[in-house]
């Protein structure tokens, strides 16, 4: 499993927008926030990669993806935790 952790800096990037639609969507894979965000799911070669961008209260953007073997993500355990992470300002 591999966890990515992308910030950037309230006015130096495009905003939600400009990360959301290159994310693909799938109404399996939520989020619990209650943020601006995208949210999607990408399967490639055998690996899942679930994708969460958020924009915070103070105008910063946050990219959260885990990544791991299909079968990883079986039992529902990353899943949840991708669903329930926090993302603070």
Known sequence: ???TVFTAAAGSH???DSVAATIP???DVTWSGRAAHAV???V?????????AVETSDGDLVILSVSAPVAAF???TLQESFRTA????
Do not use: A, H, I, K
């Open 14 to 16: 495009g905003g939600l």
């Open 25 to 27: 969507r799938d109404e």
């Open 40 to 42: 999607g799911v990408e």
């Open 86 to 89: 926090r993302v603070g300002d």
């Open 1 to 3: 499993m591999v966890v």
């Open 74 to 76: 079986d039992s529902g």
């Open 44 to 52: 490639t070669d055998g690996v899942r990669d679930l994708m969460l």
